[in-house]
């Protein structure tokens, strides 16, 4: 079975939000669009947005590291969000495990944001009804695009790279490979949800030099006991010659 | 979270509807059993419900106040195999559909004798009653489940939910039915603050001991793992918006810890001090105005409780909103 999520290199994200603005003008003009901003150019701006960047300071000064932390709907494997539609709005796919939203169907009653523990769900104020993350459902599968373009928008607009799009349950994919591989990780997984998104931590080159690292034990020129040669010495080089 | 005033309207509207249909029942069962009398039964059954009914059906009407697309609204009963929202939207009108009967058997005499058990007469309408406060009890199931089924709002994961939503719905129910009958059935006053009395003390032991609990609770989802970093120090710096966003209007309340603290002493004070002191009143005067205020107080309070209930959770998601 195919479950289609990204993962985010939390190691390379540098924060820069291309991927919220991409997302934002791929959906807002595509099938789950509009998504309606409020007060843009006033006081209080606000609109909906399928994905932001947040950032965190860990640790205490001196020893901070600022990390950038994009979020956005998780498709999880458990989704609490779905069951508790009660108009059956709010589905999950089998072919691929993208959470989405039926638009013509959606009461906006706001239950199923109350029962998503991350806050990935938001109402569109224009529409009246529940909005999230469709993984670009609706460029992924486009024909019409070259393979290599067959992407969410924000996976083709990082500049890191630190966003992969694949099929998490195939072992085989990269997507996959980096989670077993590079740490990927869930987020709240205390609530057993099972996102499909996995995040990578930050991951730090080190090398650890020891003395001999530095000083070769064997180096010969170390060796107490080595005597230089003197010039007259015989060299295997000279008694060629003779 | 943010409370919003439909659904505390929806709720308390709710229980005071399904609690004075229950005082109904209560007291017709009390009569085929040959407890209490009840002068001109009919006509007191009769009115009782349609009360009830102008409740339910106030109750419904806040609810659409909620919805963003109300014209769908039809679409709510599909789901009633995961959804206890659904389960609710199909139980509410079939409540309303019994006890209407109900309210139609007695008013125009349409009553007859089913069972005789020696003395004993079971009436059809008895029996419909009893259908219509089973129905009235899966619905307090229903309305409190919405938010006990959700497992990490830890505030709201518990049967004391149910208990509560349950026993403040009987208590505000029974003394209105105390108020109704103090002019239409005198006879049934006394049953009536009895029972009122019973709820509210009931009531107070359950929603202190909630308080309690939920005063206790230690979050599952702290900064760590929402964001998944093994660090005891993780301070926000960003939210991803500056004007604020349906993450922060939906799932905060906004208001200061003594905000909170009043509006928390004020319904204690409000649904369970006042009325038990005004009923008690109430029985030793025989005082009407006793009893209608202790019904108006003891609603007023009930907002303020349901305004809480709402405002206390706390969702996890608020975890990702700490700073703009």
């Known amino acids: ?242 | 979270m943010h409370p919003a005033f439909s659904v505390i309207f929806l709720t308390t509207l709710l229980g005071l509807s399904q609690g004075l249909f229950t005082a109904l029942i209560t007291a017709q069962t009390y009569a085929s059993v040959e407890l209490v009398k009840v002068e001109q039964s009919s006509e007191f059954y009769a009115i009782g419900t349609l009360i009830s009914l102008v409740f339910l059906v106030s109750a419904l009407l806040a609810s659409f106040f909620h919805l963003g697309r109300p014209e769908r609204a039809w679409r709510t009963v599909s789901q009633w195999k995961t959804s206890w929202l659904s389960r609710e939207v199909i139980v509410l009108p079939s409540f309303g559909l019994v006890a209407f009967i109900y309210g139609l058997i007695h008013w125009f005499n349409l009553d007859i004798t089913l069972v005789h058990l020696g003395p004993l007469e079971i009436n059809l309408s008895l029996i419909v009653g009893i259908v219509a406060v089973l129905l009235s009890f899966t619905l307090f199931i229903c309305t409190a489940m919405i938010y006990a089924s959700m497992r990490f709002l830890q505030e709201w994961a518990t049967p004391l939910t149910l208990v509560n939503f349950a026993l403040l719905g009987l208590a505000s129910g029974f003394a209105l039915a105390t108020a109704y009958a103090f002019k239409s059935a005198p006879s049934l006053v006394n049953m009536f603050a009895g029972w009122a009395i019973i709820f509210t003390v009931l009531a107070m032991i359950t929603k202190v001991s909630s308080l309690i609990r939920n005063s206790l609770i230690k979050p599952k989802s702290t900064a760590s793992s929402a964001i998944g970093i093994r660090h005891s120090k993780i301070r926000q710096i960003a939210q991803g918006a500056m004007g604020g966003s349906y993450n922060t209007r939906e799932y905060f309340h906004g208001q200061s810890d003594g905000t909170m603290k009043a509006v928390k002493w004020g319904f204690l004070i409000l649904v369970f001090l006042v009325p038990l002191v005004l009923i008690t009143i109430g029985l030793l005067q025989h005082s009407y105005i006793a009893y209608i205020l202790a019904v108006a107080v003891q609603y007023v309070g009930l907002l303020l409780e349901r305004w809480f209930f709402f405002a206390q959770a706390k969702h996890p998601q608020n975890i990702y909103y700490q700073t703009v």
């Not at chain 1, 740490?183 to 730090?204: C, D, F, I, S, V």
């Open chain 1, 1 to 242: 079975m195919t479950q289609l999520a990204l993962i985010i290199d939390l190691n390379v994200c540098v924060g820069c939000s291309a991927c919220v603005t991409s997302c934002k003008e791929w959906n807002t003009s595509g099938q789950a669009g509009p998504m309606t901003d409020f007060n843009a150019y006033s006081r209080d701006p606000t609109g909906t947005f399928f994905n932001r960047v947040q950032s965190y300071e860990i640790g205490e000064y001196p020893f901070t590291e600022v990390v950038h932390f994009p979020k956005s709907c998780l498709h999880c494997e458990e989704p609490p969000c779905v069951p508790v539609c009660p108009t059956g709005a709010s589905y999950k796919r089998k072919e691929d495990g993208i959470v989405l939203v039926d638009y013509d169907k959606c009461v906006g009653c706001k239950y199923c944001s109350w029962a998503c523990p991350y806050g990935a769900r938001e109402i569109d104020e224009n529409q009246k009804v529940m909005k999230k993350c469709t993984l670009c459902v609706d460029r992924i599968y486009d024909t019409s695009l070259p393979e290599s373009r067959r992407k969410p928008a924000c996976v083709l607009a990082c500049p890191t790279s630190a966003r992969i799009f694949g099929d998490v349950h195939d072992e085989h994919s990269e997507a996959s490979r980096l989670i077993r591989e590079e740490g990927g990780y869930q987020l709240m997984p205390e609530w057993g949800t099972n996102p499909a998104n996995h995040y990578l931590p930050r991951r730090k080159v080190r090398i650890d030099l020891q003395d001999d690292d530095l000083n070769r034990v064997e180096n010969p020129l170390k060796d107490e006991n080595f005597t230089k040669p003197s010039d007259d010495d015989l060299t295997l080089e000279d008694s060629s010659w003779i």
